[in-house]
């Protein structure tokens, strides 16, 4: 039989004297566009907790545009090859700023943050946390969600077929809808289809030991344009020579010059023989 112990406090629970919330001033901006948020801190009694600190910070996390029309649509510029992730907190992603300030005579504090995205590529939720403390030194928090949208329209991109054949021709249809999810009509697009290639090494570590080391080059075989029409649709085509897999990545910009980027795949059979991944595990990842 075994025993142990384990000390451990209770601390008094004190209900909060005040609340805090935070209120964007909208819920959806474009990238580069100033993200403004009123944090605002009263007693439950009515009165403002005034000259109170305040540190605030601003994470990001992927944003899926959620499109409901009929089909189905790739709308990011997904890459199949990208590496680790940057650090996450919780759900709500990676830190993009944070500060201090100090609520004004009547509770408040005036935000406003670059809705800047840095180094990520696609549409970003924002939250946007705000912890007030008193001078009894009792903090207080909150949290309020806005969206930052890549440009003033998606492109969604899909394959009529996902699987082809070499020598035959495939077809991806192109879709522009606004933030409403409305066709953008007119929309000038950039097309470029690339053989996604890969190329496998092996080579010996430190140890001794055989390893497979792995990289990807793209090669385009097709580069065109494409205006959508009315409901804001268009068609690119093309027909790949050899098997393998192919890339199809669309961009765009927008009134305020953003680019937009979407990307899908599609996968050529052949007889000749099709260099894949090769992974040290022994693994085929289907």
């Known amino acids: 039989e075994l025993s142990g112990d384990l000390g451990f406090q209770v601390a008094l629970y004190r209900k909060p004297e005040f ?13 580069g566009a100033a993200i403004e948020a009123l944090v605002e801190a009263r007693f439950f009694f009515g009165g403002p907790v005034s000259n109170a ?26 890459d199949q090859t990208s590496g680790a ?27 406003r943050v670059p809705a800047d995205f840095g180094t990520r590529s696609g549409s970003q939720r ?35 077929e996902y699987l082809g054949s070499a020598g035959k021709p495939s077809a991806v249809d192109l879709l522009a809808v606004d933030w409403q999810q409305a066709g953008v009509a007119g929309q000038s ?11 496998n090494v092996q080579e010996e570590d430190e140890f001794g030991n055989l390893i497979w080391n792995s990289s990807v080059r793209d090669t385009p075989i097709l580069e065109t344009t ?39 795949y599609i996968w050529v059979s052949a007889d ?9 595990s022994n693994r085929i990842n289907l």
């Open 19 to 31: 609340q805090v919330n935070v209120t964007p001033a909208r819920d959806e901006v474009v990238q």
């Open 53 to 78: 600190a305040v540190e605030w910070t601003l994470l990001a996390n992927d944003y899926y545009f959620d499109y409901q029309g009929p089909g189905y649509f790739s709308f990011t510029d997904y």
């Open 85 to 111: 992730p940057e650090p996450m907190y919780g759900n709500y992603g990676s830190v993009l700023a944070s500060g201090s300030a100090r609520t004004d005579a009547s509770g408040q504090l005036l935000l």
């Open 126 to 160: 924002f939250t946007l946390e705000a912890t007030v403390t008193d001078v009894d030194q009792r903090p207080v928090s909150a949290r309020a969600e806005l969206v930052g949208h890549q440009g003033d329209y998606y492109i969604g991109l899909s394959p009529q």
């Open 189 to 199: 697009l950039k097309i470029v289809v690339s053989e996604h290639e890969w190329l």
């Open 226 to 264: 494409a205006t959508t029409d009315t409901s804001g649709k268009a068609v690119v085509r093309f027909t790949p020579q050899k098997g393998g897999t192919y890339k199809v990545l669309v961009s765009g910009r927008d009134r305020g010059g953003h680019e937009i980027r979407s990307s899908t």
């Open 272 to 280: 000749e023989f099709i260099s894949w991944r090769q992974d040290n």
